[in-house]
């Protein structure tokens, strides 16, 4: 299995400011022959599923805000919400598919200071 | 608009079988793979299985010898029976479809039912 691990495990961030969350494969998740990054990215809230944001590591997913973006490649990635928002609290999972089982990392804890 | 909507019975005692299932209005059934996710109460998430249309499955070598996943396409619905429970298996169970287009197929997942909290205690 591919094991994904996410820093920090819970981050505080003023309302309008940046938040940025890491998130790192033990091994790529760079599919050669296209040239796409196999990795996802959810926000959770309290009692719901959670959401889809961001596939491919960068591409959001319809209807998702722009503030949401997703960058890296290989084995690092960072999910960058440009200007927090009250409702953007939540709990942040990246998770890859490239291979079989997806896996997901523990989860980033995001509140505001 | 594809939704999921999935039920089952919630408390289980230890040795027992969960039983869930999910239905999917909305959208294509046949042409899609359909997962089961579990979320124990306050950690991550962990992916059980698959199926499609056809039966197919695929599931988490971690849960395989206990984990089976059935589909009827006449109903647009799957199930999840997982037998032989223990503590360790008191979770949000979440049903969720995994993205195809074009025959091409990748399991991010969107978008989930609304979630079973199953208990197991005795």
Redesign the interface.
């Known amino acids: 299995d591919i094991v994904m691990t996410q820093s920090p495990d819970s981050l505080a961030v003023s309302l309008g400011e940046r938040a940025t969350i890491n998130c790192k494969s033990r091994q790529s998740v760079l599919y050669s022959s296209n040239n796409k990054n196999y990795l996802a990215w959810y926000q959770q809230k309290p009692g719901q599923p959670p959401k889809l944001l961001i596939y491919w590591a960068s591409t959001r997913e319809s209807g998702v805000p722009d503030r949401f973006s997703g960058s890296g490649s290989g084995t690092d990635f960072t999910l960058t919400i440009s200007s927090l928002q009250a409702e953007d609290v939540a709990v942040y999972y990246c998770q890859q598919y490239y291979s079989t089982p997806p896996t997901f990392g523990q989860g980033t804890r995001l509140e505001t200071k | 608009q594809v939704q999921l909507q999935q039920w089952g019975a919630g408390l289980l005692k230890p040795s027992e079988t969960l039983s869930l299932n999910c239905a999917v209005y909305g959208g294509s059934f046949s042409g899609h793979y359909w997962s089961w996710i579990r979320q124990p109460p306050g950690k ?4 059980i299985g698959e199926i499609n249309h056809s039966g197919s499955t ?1 599931y ?3 849960l395989k010898s206990r984990v089976t996943i059935s589909v009827d396409t006449s109903k647009n619905q799957y199930s999840l029976r997982l037998s032989s429970v223990t503590a360790a298996d008191t979770a949000v169970y ?1 049903c ?1 479809r995994g ?1 195809c287009s074009g025959g091409s197929c ?5 978008p ?4 079973t909290l199953v208990t197991v205690s005795s």
Not at chain 2, 106 to 110: A, K, L, T, V, Y
Not at chain 2, 112 to 115: E, F, I, N, P
């Open positions: 991550g998430l962990e992916w695929t988490n070598p971690s979440y969720a993205y990748h399991n991010w997942f969107d989930w039912g609304q979630g």
